[in-house]
């Protein structure tokens, strides 16, 4: 292998420019060539291509988004769109792709590599952290950092005016965030896809805390269980409560990674080009109890990633 190319995908996540300079500068370590690809599969179609050397990853390890930039293509969903994206890399002899993303962004490099033979080694890369067969992808930490934050101003205010608070948190089909955030910011309540909640049984709890003399209430609602503004107006009209809704939007996915997602993120990109000079194709790095490991995409687009219920029921006891 003399060439290899990365590209950003999907959303960003803050954590994937260490992902880009591990892939860039391992691979230079090695001796091979790398082309960076702008905005995601809309640039490979495009050809907006570049050579990468140290100095292009200089200075972005402590930088949010990703200097690749990112797009979400709706031309790569079509066999023309993905047959000119092959086109290119094969222009620029580039041999193998590392894909910084999510599980769209690697669903897109499997059909590449169906109809073009394309290879490609996925890293996983979104604040929603929904990728199966990894404990963690590259962004959560920060953004979970970001939402107990945000939380934590939000208490403040919510305490002096006596007022019940619904956060509405980032996972677009996930509660990843919602519950590790919930937790780590003490939030009475946590609305998450994966668990059915009964609003009664959250206003009950609103009374239980308000009845022991709590001042206020927070409740993070994930966005894929539901609007946080339709939860705030149930619990206002039931409860007739001084109810504020916070929706934390893309504020969540900004800002400096934490050390965590710095070094997850290297270790992930340099593991990327070690598995494509060891010839392997088709894989994910994943990282499982704290040890990194390569999985078959197949089988990992093949599986669900499950959140843990006992952590949803700790938050639930610690939140009485
Ligand atoms: O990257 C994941 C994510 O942040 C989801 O949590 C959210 O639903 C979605 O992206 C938002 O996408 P966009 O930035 O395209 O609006």
Redesign the pocket.
Known sequence: MKRIGVLTS??D?PGMNCAIRAVVRKAIFFGLDVTGIQRGYSGLINGELREMNLSSVADIIHRGGTILRTA?SETFRTPEGRAKAAEHLREMGVEGLVIIG?DGSFRGARLLSNEHGIKFIGVPG???NDIPCTDYCIGFDTAVNNVVDAINKIRDTATSHERTYVVEV???NSGFIALEAGLAGGAESILIPEMKTNLDDVIEKLYRGLQRGKLHSIIVVA?GAGSGIDVGNVIKEKTGLDTRVTILG?IQ?GGTPTSFDRVIASRMGAMAVDLLIEGKDRKMVGVVSGELKDFDIDYALSREKTIDKSVYELAGILAI
């Open positions: 999907g959303g996540a979400r999510g979104t604040i929603d980032m996972g677009r966005e893309h996915r």
